[in-house]
Each structure stands twice: as structure tokens, then as C-alpha cells.
């Protein structure tokens, strides 16, 4: 199968997963662990279902969402991926040229080979600049300076990655390049990259392992990419906390978006902190291989909270087709976006494969007309109907974006627990 015949995001993962070796591919797909949170994110749309509603008036084929005040052409854009650019030699490009030809946002991770002043250049206007809180916090104020003179408008800031993630292929085989490759792996190693030609001729033609060029100047120019690697790993990993989060938002201008939250009372204290908008998100699986799924947490966290308590809701984890895209903006989401979906696609084939997978996400025409009417109108559109006793809400009432769970769901206080104690009364509900 070539690019061009792939229908779906499962051809595009098909096709990726033939083109680069298991060393590169295998980490992603798990994310941490035995790859359970990532699979639970995709089983839990798996377990919904769309009602679809004859609008009350003509409908027009219309995708394009205003987000922060820019109108992008679909509701989701391409989420942070760090590291893309080891995977496969300018993968960060690659992920930014598709977002400029799709019209749709980029977020930029922190831990990017390319850095934001060439990213920004690629793809002025479209550039969303992930954050995590650096140990050394000068680092992080030189990051949100730098998105601020690149232009950039939003700053996306991570807190949902205390610790780094260990997917068990990485822990059994010790191979996580650039840095460690154990010698007893080596004939392994040379095997994957004999059978996977594509992918050794691209990093062959860069001629050195790719270095995260954004971090570069904080260890030296003349550093190697696995010394610039070292330093990242002692910094970025930080678990800063709310502090943090406010001290962000006190340096940081323009729109403000806190990643990574599960849980209503987070959701709360990102909007009392000032937060524009929290992206709904278990980082993909990639911390917690028993996190509760994006979708149980978007559910719990709408179904308990008035729009009034909360600021936008954005959403990632799982999204691997459009009706999935349908199913979490009817559950609530203003906005989407993909990770492994966008990633797949640019191993596949570099940008053009990235664009594909944008468009085998975006919903096909049909749905296209129930998500148009759902937005203009909660009384047309899509209604999801959720089987008998999901994970999150013991209620098999058919429900609305909006409304809907709001009855089925009795609002419940929320209680902010004290120091270091993470639950949340409807974290409580959820886990029964
Ligand atoms: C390989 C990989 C790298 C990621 N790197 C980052 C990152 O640097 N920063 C971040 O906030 N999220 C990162 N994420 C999480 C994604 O931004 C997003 O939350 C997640 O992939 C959504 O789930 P999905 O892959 O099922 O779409 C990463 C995800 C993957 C798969």
C-alpha cells in the first residue's frame, strides 16, 4: 500500500510502522509501560455511539472553527510530539508544512529537534509553543521570550509529566537512541535499520544524530546531540505544580492553555489561576498506563461542571478517526487535537503523509453536516448515547453536548484536596 491508497489512520499506522524500525516505532506506539493508557483512549470512543438529529434548518457542509480568535479550517489541530525529529529527520517540519497546507494550528513541543524560530518561519501564524516548566525557571522564561518574539499567540504549558515515561519495550531492551545502545542489541539494531532502507538513508543523509537544536544554547554550540539530550532529561521533567502554573501565567502575555488535566477540581483551579483553556489529556497514555482515558475524564468533567466554572475545553488522546473528532466535540470539546494520528502519517511519508492523516481525521461529509449543526444549534446535531454503565457516569441517559448530562448527572461540589492529594470528588465518582 503506497500513501495515496491509504483510507484511514490504521493504513497510515500500517504503513509507518513497515517504514521505520521497531527501535523507533514500538516506544511511541506504547507511550508508557504495556501501551494500556494509549489503548484505553482509543477503546473508550470505541464504546460511544452518535445519534444523529435532522437540523431544524439547512445545513452547510462547514468545519472551519474560531479558536482564540483565528478561524482555522477544522476543530482539531496537530499536538505536541517531542522528539519527532529523532524519529525521522525533519519530522518537525514535516508536522508544520502539513498544518500551514491544512490550515489548522501547530503545537510545537518544548523538546523539538527543530527550534521555534525556524518553525515560526515555516508556518507564521499557526504555531501553538508547548511548555513544560523547566527545573532552572530562566529557561523557561527564555522559552515563553522566545515564543513571544517569534510571534506566537498561545503558550501550551504541560503538567502532567512529573516523571519521564517507560514504555516496557525500552525497559527490557535498554535501546533508546541516541543514548543508550547496548552492545548486546547491536546486531538487532543493524537488522532493523537492513530492513528499514527508507528510514537509514534519511538519517544517513543528515550524517549526525539530530540534535534538539531549541535546547542547544543552553549547553553549547558545540555540544553533541546526546549531551544536549542528557541536559534535557535533567531539566525538563520538573512536576513543577500550580506554582508554576501561576507564576506562567504571570509572564506570559497572550493566551494561556494548561495541558494534560483529568479531573474537575484541576479544572477549576486552571481557571481560578487564569488559565483561556485546559486541554483535556492523558498525554496520550504516555505517563500512567492506568490513566482514566481523555474521553471518561471529558465526560465527568462536563457532566459536573456549568460552562461558567470552566475555561475552554480542548481535548486530545485517542482521536484516530473524524467520527472520533464528532465524538469528543459532542461530548463537550471546543477544540481537538492529535498526536500518534499526525505522527503515523508523517512516518508513512513525511508530509504528505502527516496531510493525509489529517484528512483521513477530518470527518467525512456526513458527519461534517451533524457537527455543523451541532454547533450552531443544541437543538439539532449530534447527540451522543452512551451504553449502560460506562466507566465514568452510571446512567444510561442519552445526552447532549451541552445539557444533557447536566440532568443525567447530579452536579456535585467540587472539593480541592489538600497538598499532594490528587482526587477530586468526581475523580471519586469516576473510580466508583
Ligand atoms: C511520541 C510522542 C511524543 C509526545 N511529546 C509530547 C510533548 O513533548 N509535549 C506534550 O505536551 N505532549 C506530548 N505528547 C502527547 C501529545 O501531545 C498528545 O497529548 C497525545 O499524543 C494525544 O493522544 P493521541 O496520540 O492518542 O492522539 C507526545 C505524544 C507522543 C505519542
Not at 237 to 260: D, F, H, N, T, Y
Not at 316 to 322: A, H, L, V
Not at 370 to 376: F, G, K, L, M, V
Request: hydrophobic share 40%; with cysteine.
Amino acid at each position: 500500500m503506497r500513501i495515496r491508497d491509504a483510507v484511514s489512520i490504521a493504513d497510515l499506522r500500517m504503513l509507518a510502522s513497515r517504514r521505520t524500525p521497531k527501535f523507533v516505532f514500538q516506544p511511541v506506539e506504547e507511550g508508557t509501560e504495556s501501551g494500556r493508557g494509549q489503548r484505553a483512549n482509543v477503546d473508550a470512543f470505541a464504546r460511544r455511539v452518535l445519534v444523529p438529529r435532522v437540523a431544524e434548518e439547512p445545513v452547510t457542509a462547514d468545519l472551519s472553527t474560531t479558536v482564540f480568535g483565528r478561524r482555522y479550517a477544522a476543530p482539531f489541530g496537530i499536538s505536541a510530539i517531542g522528539y519527532a525529529g529523532k524519529m525521522w529527520p525533519g519530522a518537525d517540519r514535516a508536522l508544520a508544512e502539513a498544518a500551514v497546507a491544512a490550515d489548522l494550528p501547530f503545537m510545537l513541543s518544548m523538546g523539538t529537534v527543530a527550534d521555534i524560530e525556524s518553525i515560526t518561519r515555516l508556518a507564521p501564524g499557526r504555531v501553538w509553543q508547548q511548555l513544560y516548566a523547566a527545573r532552572d525557571t530562566r529557561i523557561t522564561d527564555e522559552f515563553i521570550g522566545r515564543a513571544r518574539d517569534c510571534g506566537v499567540d498561545v503558550l501550551v504549558h504541560t503538567v502532567d509529566m512529573p516523571v519521564s515515561p517507560a514504555p516496557d519495550y525500552v525497559s527490557r531492551t535498554g535501546i533508546r537512541p541516541p543514548l543508550p545502545l547496548p552492545l548486546a542489541r547491536l546486531p538487532g539494531i543493524a537488522w532493523e535499520c537492513l530492513t528499514h532502507p527508507a528510514w537509514t538513508m534519511a538519517m544517513a543523509r543528515v550524517g549526525r544524530v539530530p540534535r534538539l537544536e531549541g535546547w542547544a544554547r543552553y549547553v553549547g554550540q558545540r555540544a553533541s546531540a546526546r549531551d544536549v539530550l542528557k541536559f534535557v532529561g535533567s531539566q525538563m521533567i520538573s512536576g513543577a505544580g500550580w506554582r508554576e502554573v501561576e507564576r506562567i501565567r504571570r509572564a506570559w502575555p497572550g493566551k494561556l492553555v494548561v495541558k494534560g488535566l483529568l479531573c474537575g477540581a484541576d479544572v477549576a483551579r486552571a481557571h481560578a489561576v487564569g488559565a483561556d483553556a485546559v486541554t483535556v489529556s492523558n498525554h496520550g497514555g504516555n505517563k500512567l498506563d492506568a490513566a482514566i482515558a481523555s474521553l471518561d475524564a471529558l465526560d465527568a468533567i462536563v457532566g459536573a461542571m456549568a460552562e461558567a466554572e470552566r475555561p475552554l475545553l480542548f481535548f486530545d488522546g485517542g482521536i484516530r478517526r473524524g467520527s472520533d473528532a464528532a465524538i469528543a466535540h459532542a461530548s463537550g470539546a471546543a477544540f481537538n487535537f492529535v498526536g500518534r494520528a499526525a505522527l503515523y502519517g508523517m512516518l508513512a511519508g513525511g508530509s504528505a503523509g502527516a496531510l493525509k492523516a489529517i484528512s483521513c481525521s477530518r470527518v467525512n461529509s456526513r458527519d461534517r453536516c451533524s457537527i455543523s449543526a451541532s454547533r450552531r444549534s443544541t437543538r439539532s446535531g449530534l447527540r451522543m448515547s452512551v451504553p449502560p454503565t460506562p466507566p465514568t457516569a452510571r446512567s444510561s441517559v442519552g445526552t447532549s453536548a451541552r445539557g444533557g448530562y447536566k440532568k443525567a448527572l447530579p452536579r456535585r461540589k467540587l472539593s480541592f484536596g489538600a497538598e499532594g492529594q490528587s482526587e477530586c470528588s468526581i475523580c471519586r465518582r469516576t473510580r466508583g
